[in-house]
């Protein structure tokens, strides 16, 4: 949708959008007054817990809870027989040889497919009752043969964990195969090799998942309060699941202590918490404990990458020809399905560089592990990582300097169109690869890593080059052919008597700022003190609907609702002056609460009068001017999206005799377009790369052979703490996109997208005189001493 003509927007000189406006949200959260899921306490509270699977396959032979029952404090205990719920299944526009749905029902009825699977819930009057129950249940299992790596599940004969999906593969394609690669690959001076695998990781929000759900007897609706980053997509699922009219089902999002993508999908738990609330009704809270969300709650990145590049004798990339195999767990999450990794991979690998080929293979295995749901970067981190890689070690075949190379490959010219049929807009992909070398070479990291080899000492530098495509419309989620297709925003405004404006957006925020952001926005649109505005988000009978907050789309697609619908209101305020004073509309300005006559002449309405007109004497006002101030916009993205840049440059050291990497030094050139609110950009920026740093140095779920997790803790579960991560320095960019209404573009992703491929460098730069190389993350000092140990025997031998 179009927007009014932003030349109406009133002229303020201390914009607000730009500016580091002082978190809102921030007096709440940190003086404890915040409300998150856990604080709400309803009249007869039950508490609810569930039953998993202590197996990763196998058949349910019985569920007995007949013990449960007779537990004191026990109300209720309930098996998937019992409660009769719809399956939650996701699909995608595709045919079966390319896409094979899965139904995840919300609590196992025939079949477990990984440990803590949830197979029955117990609800009690409090949560120590709760855990008594769960002791009583007695499930028995026929145990099945598991299926606990790629590798095993595409074995042929391996066991199948669901009928259709031949060799355990969901998501099965080849987007891209120019024509002629392989004669590009048969003539190039120069191919290079890379294979890595990178470790299956757990999202880790500070709030784990939950919900309180509840019968409104006067509303007839079930209410459901819980952390989700789709609040819509919620309603949806539990509505189908329970057979309830949408209108019959509210969600309400509360404070949320993070989400990355975790909370963006649809679980299983929520589901039967509200069916357990409709059943009894009685309120039933579910809280998720660390264990199971270390174990059972869905999970991401394990992905497996078979990669080859081409370059000619300059060093110019020729082409890319990859495998990419992605460890999806046991089902396919809703909305997004189990293409939502291997399909971003295979559409966005070529990147920031000018490849003119491009051959790509995507597949999506079953395993029993734990559902895989997005997390923040969703396979960016790891396609970046690969290509980056690529790029290293074409630089070392070919004699060539790490950033030259890449300097030699970016794109400069925009719009491109690449390989991939993706239109990447204007960015600053050179400028910023050349500005973070210089301010690495000019803290003199090269000399120091100099005089460290002349001491025996690793000092290794490492950069990495990336965009980040954001402000995803409906038009790129339709080329993936999602059959529930996110998109647009919508955004409603009203003002009151008092002046005052609230605001609503479909987007959710988690942690990044919305109820300021947003605010100032509205604030610079309106000419409005700051104060006056508020935001109203995660309720879906207060927002008529909204597709949440992911893949960095709350600004760009929401922000940009926001803008349109305060114009609109502008327009109204405009019109209902002009209207009183006898003017044409574009001889009336706003300013600082105010209505203006443009001429000067003094004709000044405060937005209160002007709301008295509105609403408190609407008998005066002209037939074709409606009653009220309030206004609806949308917002949808009808090209590829917006592409943020950035470069990360690392210095490590490397120390031999532990095998311990620590970072010395974090640089990160970044550029989102137009910086709503820069300190909110640099905290996103700093907790994605304190993400992306514990995905190559530290964070791994791991299993044993029969499938059992072994990292259900944070005694295994390896978590870098505030000592392992370093200061980062950032510089921002600007290149204001030119289709978002605040020319920004997204900055939720790119801090974790460029942090694994950079770290990843520096360590082998750091490695090269040992003659050990490391594509597999993550790079743990175990892992680099049985290298070196590794590396040592070979050379005795």
Same mark, same amino acid.
């Given at each position: 949708?179009?927007?009014?003509? =932003? ?51 196998? *058949? ?26 719809? #399956? ?118 500070? *709030? ?103 370059? #000619? ?74 290509? *980056? ?35 990447? #807009? ?141 114009? =609109? ?92 990497? *620590? ?135």
């Amino acid at each position: 949708m179009n927007s009014p003509e =932003k030349a109406n927007s009133p002229e303020k000189a201390d914009r607000l959008v730009g500016t580091s406006v002082a978190r809102r949200e921030d007096p709440r959260l940190l003086t404890g007054r915040g409300r998150f899921v856990d604080d709400i306490a309803l009249p007869g509270m039950l508490h609810a817990q569930f039953v998993r699977s202590t197996v990763a396959h196998g *058949e349910i032979v019985s569920v007995d809870l007949s013990a449960v029952r007779q537990v004191p404090g026990v109300v209720a205990a309930f098996s998937a027989g019992d409660l009769d719920l719809s #399956d939650i299944t996701a699909e995608l526009g595709r045919p079966l040889s390319e896409y094979v749905p899965t139904a995840m029902p919300v609590l196992a009825r025939d079949r477990v497919r990984y440990v803590g699977e949830p197979v029955a819930i117990i609800v009690a009057r409090d949560a120590y009752s709760v855990e008594d129950g769960l002791e009583a249940a007695k499930v028995s299992y026929a145990t099945l043969p598991p299926v606990t790596c790629e590798a095993d599940a595409l074995t042929p004969g391996a066991p199948l964990l669901h009928e259709g999906a031949a060799r355990n593969t969901l998501v099965d394609v080849s987007l891209f195969a120019t024509e002629g690669i392989d004669a590009v690959f048969e003539s190039a001076p120069c191919v290079v090799h890379v294979e890595t695998r990178t470790g299956r990781q757990n999202a880790l929000p500070l *709030e784990t998942r939950g919900v309180v759900a509840h019968w409104d007897d006067r509303e007839g609706q079930l209410v459901l309060q819980t952390c989700t980053q789709v609040p819509h997509q919620v309603r949806t699922v539990a509505s189908r699941s329970l057979r309830l009219d949408e209108r019959a089902v509210r969600v309400v999002v509360p404070d949320m202590g993070g989400g990355f993508g975790q909370k963006c999908v649809v679980g299983r738990e929520e589901i039967a918490a509200a069916a357990a609330a409709l059943r009894l009704r009685r309120p039933v809270k579910w809280i998720e404990d660390r264990k199971d969300a270390l174990s059972a709650s869905f999970l991401a990145r394990e992905q497996h990458y078979d990669v080859r590049a081409a370059f #000619d004798a300059e060093g110019r990339i020729l082409g890319i020809d990859a495998d990419v195999v992605c460890d999806m767990g046991a089902y396919s999450c809703y909305p997004f399905t189990a293409g939502i990794e291997p399909l971003m991979a295979s559409a966005e690998m070529p990147g920031v560089y000018k490849v003119p080929a491009y051959r790509v293979r995507g597949r999506a295995v079953t395993t029993n592990k734990a559902p895989t749901a997005p997390y923040r970067g969703v396979s960016r981190p790891q396609y970046v990582m690969v290509v *980056e890689r690529l790029f290293e070690r074409a630089s070392r075949e070919l004699g060539l300097d790490p950033v030259e190379i890449r300097r030699r490959n970016v794109i400069t010219e925009f719009p491109y169109t690449g390989v991939n049929n993706i239109t990447y #807009d204007p960015g600053s992909y050179l400028e910023a690869l050349d500005l973070c070398e210089r301010l690495v070479k000019d803290e003199g990291w090269y000399e120091k890593q100099a005089e460290a080899a002349a001491e025996a000492r690793h000092i290794g530098i490492g950069y990495a080059c990336f965009s980040e495509r954001t402000g995803y419309g409906s038009t790129a989620f339709a080329q993936r052919k999602m059959k529930v297709v996110p998109g647009f925003d919508l955004s409603e405004i009203r003002m009151d008597t008092s002046g005052a404006v609230t605001v609503t957006t479909g987007t959710m925020s988690h942690g990044q700022s919305h109820e300021t952001t947003m605010a100032q926005i509205v604030a610079d649109e309106l000419g409005l003190d700051i104060g006056k505005v508020k935001l109203h988000q995660g309720d879906t009978d207060r927002i008529t609907y909204g597709f949440g907050t992911f893949a960095s789309r709350s600004i760009t697609v929401g922000g940009s609702a926001v803008r349109i619908a305060a114009a =609109k209101l502008g327009e109204k305020l405009r019109r209902i002056a002009a209207a009183r004073w006898g003017l044409p509309l574009d001889e009336v300005e706003l300013g600082s609460g105010l209505v203006r006559r443009r001429d000067g002449s003094g004709g000044v309405l405060s937005y209160e009068e002007i709301a008295d007109a509105a609403y408190l004497q609407a008998h005066l006002l002209p037939r074709d001017i409606e009653p009220g101030l309030t206004a609806t916009a949308t917002f949808d993205v009808f090209n590829d999206g917006t592409f943020s840049n950035a470069t990360h440059g690392v210095v490590v050291e490397l120390h031999q005799d532990t095998g311990r990497v *620590e970072i010395l030094r974090y640089v990160c050139v970044e550029d989102c377009g137009v910086a709503i609110n820069p300190q909110v950009v640099e905290g996103q920026c700093r907790g994605g790369i304190a993400q992306g740093i514990a995905g190559v140095l530290f964070e791994e779920v791991t299993y044993d052979a029969q499938g059992e997790p072994s990292a259900t803790s944070f005694m295994d579960y390896k978590v870098p703490t505030a000592h392992e991560i370093p200061d980062v320095l950032i510089h921002h960019l600007e290149t204001p996109c030119a289709f978002t209404e605040t020319g920004a573009k997204g900055a939720g992703e790119g801090g974790t997208i460029g942090a694994p491929a950079a770290v990843l460098n520096a360590v082998n730069d750091a490695l090269r005189p040992t003659g050990v190389e490391l594509d597999h993350t993550p790079v743990t000092p175990e892992t680099v001493h049985r290298a070196l140990t590794q590396q040592t025997l070979e050379s005795a031998s």
